[in-house]
């Protein structure tokens, strides 16, 4: 489970035997948690809600998504190099 950055007391982290899904990470709080929340990158640059599993408030989330599209580049470029395979997107 690589951790990729904290964003302030959450932790965003790939699992590491998730490489047959498009590109994504989990957010947990404190640190990687089975069943955490999920959130699809797109082809264009931003980021989807697959799941608020871990039920981060709506307004934490929004930032929180907000961060994680602005970190689209070294997210894309952290799966490549983690699962050593072309990145796919959610849509």
Known sequence: MPS??????????FWSNENNEPVHVHIGEGKPEP???K???TAAGGCVLANNNSRIPANE????????AAQHFLICKAWNNHFRMQVKFYC
């Open 4 to 13: 990729l950055f904290r964003i302030g007391r959450y932790v965003v982290y």
């Open 61 to 68: 989330l929004k930032d929180l998504m907000e961060v994680i």
């Open 35 to 37: 069943n955490a929340t």
């Open 39 to 41: 959130v699809w990158l």
